[in-house]
């Protein structure tokens, strides 16, 4: 199993400019996770989807969306690119919620992102 | 008060030495607990789970403290590849969206 996939590792774009993170799963997990990581902060979740077809909101949502047409696949979009969504980016997978080893994230190796 | 708080460290210790640090959560309603190690520019990865009173796995052990709201984190024998940042996570409410710390990051020096 190759775990958790993002695509790219490392990106640059300019103020204004859109991009797709990629992020695959090949565990079979119902449950995925976009994370962004600032220096010296906690992660804090953008989105998260307990299924395919159904997103919802995490505590940083603005600027982003995305989408989960399979169980794999969890692309996150960015459409107009600020200097303040410079990050590292994570995506993370679990099977459930709830006590116990279905609780465990998986991570993805991060992308990291610079907005100039 | 933050949900989740941690000491930044850096904590230096001396390999084969034993070293603590804790974690403050603020939801007192918080049912489960982690720990997840993270290396310099990679993904975190789960080192231990906290249900009830503590966990132990090898020379690790993980403590709860419901009274004061506090977990803690104990390693033994302290090892040079342990360096690492530690994250205390919370789940405030068996949903989705977990609380993570900002990480204690730990060096151990030969």
């Known amino acids: 199993n190759a775990g958790v996939t993002q695509t790219p590792k490392f990106r640059i774009l300019k103020i204004g400019q859109s991009m797709t993170l990629q992020c695959t799963q090949d565990?079979?997990?119902?449950?995925m996770y976009w994370y962004r990581q600032d220096p010296g902060m906690g992660l804090k979740l953008i989105y998260y989807?307990?299924?395919?077809?159904?997103?919802d909101k995490g505590e940083v949502p603005n600027g982003y969306n995305v989408s989960r047409s399979t169980t794999e696949d969890f692309p996150l979009r960015l459409e107009l690119a600020a200097p303040s969504q410079t990050s590292v980016y994570f995506c993370?997978?679990?099977?459930?919620?709830?006590?116990?080893?279905?609780?465990?994230?998986?991570f993805g190796p991060g992308t990291r992102l610079l907005v100039l | 008060r933050k949900e989740v708080e941690q000491d930044p460290g850096p904590f230096n210790v001396p390999e084969g030495a034993t070293v603590a640090f804790n974690c403050t959560y603020s939801?007192?309603?918080?049912?489960?607990f982690f720990w997840y190690r993270q290396d310099c520019r990679k993904e975190p990865k789960l080192l231990m789970s906290?249900?009830?009173?503590?966990n132990e796995d090898g020379r690790f052990t993980a403590q709860l403290n419901r009274a004061s709201q506090y977990i803690s984190l104990l390693i033994r024998d302290s090892k040079l590849s342990d360096s690492a940042t530690y994250l205390c996570?919370?789940?405030?409410?068996?949903?989705?969206?977990?609380?993570w710390g900002a990480g204690t990051k730990l060096i151990i020096k030969p």
């Open positions: 906290v249900y009830s009173s503590g």
């Open positions: 989807s307990v299924g395919a077809g159904i997103t």
């Open positions: 565990m079979n997990h119902n449950y």
């Open positions: 996570v919370v789940n405030p409410d068996s949903n989705y969206q977990l609380i």
């Open positions: 939801n007192s309603a918080s049912q489960s």
């Open positions: 993370a997978s679990s099977y459930g919620v709830g006590l116990g080893d279905q609780e465990t994230q998986y």
